[in-house]
């Protein structure tokens, strides 16, 4: 193997990540038939108390986030960051996710950083109750810059048919919930790259609320798996929206039917630092048509269960907040 080694790629360094990512692939384990290394991931599917069980899937990426990852040579929360993207869009289906597979490709295999990435991997598959199935490690040197990759994944959930979110179900006069973001989570970072490059910022010197700006901008996205499924279990939500790249004015809408738009407060919700910092140059149509803001998830119900569903996503742990209101016309109103 000395000439594929010379041309970049080193068998051995492959074999010794595997072994090194086993242990943290195991915390995931669900059941018993997936053996890592094989040619594809078993997955025994549950439908105990499923009329008809509907599969739900999701492919998401970190995109540019990775950039800080880079710079500060920190590499675990990113696995978190690639798990939540796609496990948050496959709950606005109403879906428990089930298990995640991941894709990572870089210029060197490096096992101890290969295996910081799949660590962080296996906690977002831990946070979002869903097993690590497998995946795929692919060395391609002179394809990345030197100490650089991308890495990718995709999550599998399941519904019942019958409990699938639908936006058709949305009228006027619903409310909007919205649950607090961690930060800017993986989306703007383009945006947020140039604007660091534009007020000649550099992230690894400066501070912020007494944070190193590189950290802070490092921090995950959260996973809103486990507090959803809950909420979902006791109060009829009608629809989910993720809040990724597009903000609120091009996600929510995704959560409503035709001709129904929302009206949001303002002021019904607080800003994070992060975003006042960012966003000092930016038009209300850029910071919210590009960041969270400080909501990572909007969910869509009647007014008669708010309180009720504000409690329980509080009991979790979660920050949540009545946003506005549903209303005849098109678009989002911010008030």
Known sequence: MQSYKSAGVDIQAGYESVERIKKHIARTKIQAFNQIGGFGGLFALDTQGMTRPILVSGADGVGTKLKFAFMLDCHESIGIDCVAMCVNDVLCVGAK????????ALDKNEPSKVESIVKGIAQGCVLAGCELLGGETAEMPGFYASEEYDLAGFCVGVVDESKILQPQRV?????????????????????????????????????????????????????????LLKLLAHIPIKSIAHITGGGFFENIPRALPQGLGVKITRASFPTPPIFDFLCTDLSQKETFGVFNMGIGMVCVLSPQHAQEAIALLEAEGESAYLLGVVQEGAGVQLC
């Open 171 to 227: 009228q006027a006069e619903d409310v909007i919930i919205g649950l607090a973001s961690s930060g800017l989570h993986s989306n703007g970072f383009s945006l947020v790259r140039k604007i660091l490059s534009d007020r000649h910022i550099d992230p690894l010197t400066y501070t912020l609320e007494g944070q190193n700006l590189a950290q802070m901008l490092l921090t995950p996205t959260k996973i809103y798996a486990k507090p």
């Open 97 to 104: 996710p089930l298990f995640f597979l991941d894709y990572l």
